[in-house]
């Protein structure tokens, strides 16, 4: 078997024609652009190539963007101030704060101090609860171009058995809701799961946000599944996946390549996000 390459860019050309009207569209509300702000901490190598590529996303959108950018060494409670300084800016539409942090910064105390309304990559405790609770929220972009992706294929979840693996509050965990919303029936598991294989030969959609490369080897894909790679690790300069490509391309009906699969459309989900609000 031969998959299907689920491939990224090809709807991201799509949804830049989509984002570059609604932008205009907003702009003309407001009387000025759409203005997003990221704020990014210390020179983690993954998080600045999001950060570029988030850059380059908004020019051809027609969004304003603005890098704020922090040392590793700043303090928590000064990064928390400025993160609520930005979000209580009225010309600021949306703030997201790239990830991974410092180990001495907690994600959670930063952003409790951003609105709900401006956390537009749903990393907050609110829109994380709303999430949960299945009432409109932002969601994590990475998340969210998972499900997109689906779309295109013209995947349909309900009732289909899907693994989630990886526990990530930006990946895993977001992905595994978003789908148990569209009525699949979600195992959730993670690097320590005993025997990860028996588990993720059942899946009909296998998601993978680890951040291990090569963990999910062709032996551990069922025959005929959909595998979505949403795994993300530097290797000498180069991003790599969670699967091994070529050997699960022989096994899947249908794949994301790394890079190149999610990795186009989650930039486009942040901007979605500030332009026409939760959902």
Known sequence: MNATMLNGRELAARLRVELADEAQRFAERRQRQAHLTLALVGSNATARLYAEQV???????????????????????????????????????????????????????????????????????????????????????TADAALELLRLADVQLQGQNTVVVGRSNVGGKPAALLFLRENATVTFCHSRTPDLGALTRQADVLFTSMGRPGAITPDMVRPGAIVLDAGMTNVDGQIVGDVDFTGASAVASYITPSPGGLGPLTPLMLIRHTLVGPS
């Open 55 to 141: 850059t380059r996303a908004c020019e051809r959108a027609g969004l304003k963007l603005t890098l704020r950018r922090f040392r590793a060494s700043v303090e928590e409670v000064a990064l928390r101030a400025a993160v609520a300084t930005l979000g209580a800016r009225p010309d600021v539409d949306g703030v997201a704060l790239l990830l991974p942090l410092p180990r001495h910064i907690r994600q959670r105390v930063v952003m409790e101090a951003l609105p709900a309304a401006k956390d537009v990559d749903g990393l907050g405790p609110q829109n994380a609860g709303r999430l949960m609770l299945g009432f409109p929220s932002f969601v994590p972009s």
